[in-house]
């Protein structure tokens, strides 16, 4: 953050608005000890994240009690407003509930029909998606890959990407059976949302728009469907002055712009039974059905951090649980926006946390949240105080059995994730992470506890996390035992799934380890054209025969044993770690062998022509994908035609781009040029040596 920005923000940049209802606009004074506590949370989350600004609302009843911003929209310190828009992330997911609810309500959906007989072009490789049933798109457990990432964040909209999806699952199989696991899933809400436009004969946003916004006066709120007007948003601020405002395409999965005050209207909705001075949205049942824990297991590994309802993350939010209330929370992240959505239907109170910021998480706005409403509801009477953090020591130790340390030793893998356990002959446990082409051994040693699980040593035992083991499904995870929110309780999270391989890498597989391919379809105003285009494949250090995808954003091990063209993805891992999982297939190309890994197809690099002396054509082929030129030496260029270009260094690090309007640019030695254009589209790259 510019420096001037966040001395603003410790100094002076905090605003208070009173709150709003359908009715009701009298002075609010309620929970003032609250608004003290939020807004100094919320300080120390901006302090701890970088985030640029948070805007936050408290609940109480049918009514937004106060909203309250801290940090800066632009490089003068400016305030937000109770008015400026945030995007909310997967809290967008609510949304798509709520619609998909009121058609059950209208006796139009069954929540456990299959979607086939709604969505009837809907169609899988695995032939079990037929049982795949609408409850199973609200809960997670439909088996889907996961997330279809492409073109789904971009600069200006982009309208076709839920038809991607549809598309995209077509050639996907199932990496589990329909109803037997939960694993977090946008494209079950994404298809979620399809089923609703199928139904109910609007496009998914008019639907919204219509049914949820308007009725409740949700009049700030809106789906990106057209390029967001500076001043209107929470930019992201840097060093370097504001990012480009981002447009999230995933609409029923995380679209929804929004602000606190307007989500407080739809947590007054579900705190008081589907309905709110008169105006009906969800029936009572519909509403609790939602809030029913739907979590399908056969884990028994304590509190989970997620325990999915029907569009919830957390249908028994673990840190109101553990003060004895009930609660619903779902969380939110995008590159740029992050969110939390928390509620006590029980109290009536609830808490809305929206935030701007690349390293800012939905974690952290949810640990904010829960304060806010174990706060209200300490100052309310309901409960006798704000819970106090974890204290007291360790359980003691215990000699580990040579069965129970051979037990937990292994390798484990998640989605983005690789960790090694090994077992000291004292029995103490040594955990590493592989990163970068190198393992990094963590600090901490773990030793078995009188508890049965292994505690670090050195770490005070209220901040401790453990591991043990669980199993289910017929596999083996590493849990992670954590404290959890404001630090009153602990929670589990499943790290990984144990595997083992004997088998060698096959020979086919073994050639293309090492090579770098080039993505040539995602849309050229994406915003992952930031991260690495790149993909390559490398070995899985412990485990020689699967393979590790280096993709750029949902990096996951295949196993590639069966065939010579398709590595099959192959975890199941439960709740979170199993997530955005793909296949990946070779597609034999006269210039090569093509790698599609989701809807991401790239190019070798080893077949990207070099730019010469003079000038170079480049013509876009009849599917509009991305044409790639590299400049071995580098120099100057110019590149003109009807189209657009990005120049990578050669690490895949992106240090230019521009329109095809012939002005001249400097090129490093071993540079990528990615050239864009309609299809059919001749542009000319100019280099002159």
């Not at 030793?409 to 190198?438: F, M």
């Not at 000038?615 to 035609?641: C, F, H, K, Q």
Request: hydrophobic residues 40%; charged residues 15%; glycine residues 10%.
């Amino acid at each position: 953050m510019v420096a001037s920005v966040w001395l603003a923000v410790c100094l002076a940049a905090s605003t208070v608005s009173a709150g709003s209802a359908l009715a009701d606009t009298g002075p609010r004074t309620a929970f003032p000890d609250t608004l003290a506590v939020a807004r100094a949370a919320a300080v120390d989350v901006m302090r701890e994240t970088g985030a640029t600004s948070i805007s936050l609302a408290l609940v109480e009843g049918k009514r937004t009690v106060w909203s309250t911003t801290v940090g800066a929209i632009d490089e003068n310190g400016t305030t937000p407003t109770a008015s400026t828009l945030y995007g909310i992330g997967s809290v967008s997911k609510m949304f798509a509930t709520v619609s998909v609810m009121q058609l059950v309500d209208a006796g139009k959906v069954s929540l456990d029909a299959p979607v086939t007989d709604y969505v009837t072009d809907f169609t899988m490789a695995s032939p079990e998606y037929r049982q795949v049933t609408v409850r199973m798109l609200l809960n997670h457990s439909a088996g889907f890959p996961g997330t279809d990432y492409p073109n789904g964040f971009t600069s200006t909209p982009f309208p076709g990407y839920a038809q991607q999806v549809l598309d995209t699952l077509a050639t996907s199989r199932l990496k589990t059976t329909p109803g037997a696991m939960s694993v977090y899933c946008n494209d079950c809400f994404t298809l979620a949302g399809i089923l609703v436009e199928r139904m109910s004969g609007l496009p998914f946003t008019d639907y919204v728009q219509q049914r949820i916004l308007t009725p409740l006066g949700m009049d700030l709120s809106r789906y990106p469907l057209t390029p967001l007007t500076p001043g209107s948003y929470a930019p992201v601020l840097t060093d370097t002055g504001a990012l480009p405002a981002e447009i999230t395409n995933i609409h029923a999965s995380g679209g929804l712009l929004s602000t606190p005050d307007d989500l407080g209207r739809l947590a007054a909705v579900l705190l008081n039974g589907g309905a709110l001075n008169g105006v009906r949205i969800l029936s009572a049942g519909a509403v609790k059905e939602m809030g029913r824990s739907q979590l399908p297991t056969t884990l028994t590994a304590g509190p989970p951090f997620l325990d999915y309802g029907l569009g919830w993350d957390s249908a028994r939010e673990p840190g109101l649980a553990a003060a004895g209330v009930d609660g619903w929370m779902k969380g939110g992240d995008t590159v740029q926006y992050h969110a939390s959505f928390t509620l006590a239907p029980t109290e009536k109170v609830a808490a809305v946390v929206l935030g701007a910021g690349t390293t800012l998480s939905s974690t952290a706005l949810e640990a904010l949240a829960q304060r806010m409403v174990l706060s209200a509801l300490a100052e309310k009477g309901a409960i006798a105080g704000l819970p106090k953090p974890l204290t007291g020591p360790a359980p003691r130790h215990v000699a580990p059995t040579g069965a129970e340390t051979a037990n937990i030793a292994g390798t484990y893998l998640a989605q983005g994730a690789v960790l090694r356990v090994t077992a000291r002959k004292d029995g103490a446990l040594r955990v590493s992470v592989y990163r970068g082409e190198e393992w990094v051994t963590l600090p901490s040693t773990f030793t078995l506890r009188s508890d049965g699980q292994y505690w670090p040593n050195g770490t005070a035992a209220s901040a401790a996390s453990t591991l043990s083991l669980a199993r289910g499904w017929g596999r083996t995870f590493l849990v992670q035992n954590q404290v959890g929110g404001i630090g009153h309780y602990r929670e589990h999270v499943l790290l990984g799934q144990k595997a083992t391989s004997v088998d060698p890498l096959p020979p086919a597989w073994q050639q293309r380890v090492g090579q770098i391919w080039l993505n040539v379809n995602e849309t050229p105003d994406s915003i992952y054209w930031e991260a690495l285009p790149t993909l390559a494949l490398s070995a899985v250090p412990g485990l020689p025969g699967f393979l590790w995808v280096a993709d750029p954003i949902a990096p996951s091990p295949v196993d590639p044993q069966t065939s010579d063209d398709v590595a099959t993805m192959f975890l199941t891992v439960p709740i979170a770690q199993g997530r955005d999982l793909n296949d990946l297939q070779v597609e034999h190309r006269t210039n090569g062998e093509w790698l599609r890994f989701g809807s991401s197809l790239y190019r070798p690099l080893s077949s990207v022509p070099a730019i010469t002396a003079g000038s170079n054509e480049v013509m876009i082929g009849s599917d509009g994908y991305a044409e790639w030129r590299t400049a071995p030496l580098g120099g100057p260029v110019t590149i003109a035609g009807n189209g657009s270009w990005k120049v990578f260094a050669g690490d895949g690090e992106l240090v230019g781009q521009g329109v095809a309007d012939g002005a001249a640019v400097s090129l490093p030695a071993g540079a990528r040029i990615a050239v864009f254009g309609p299809a059919g589209a001749v542009l000319e790259v100019r280099h002159t040596a």
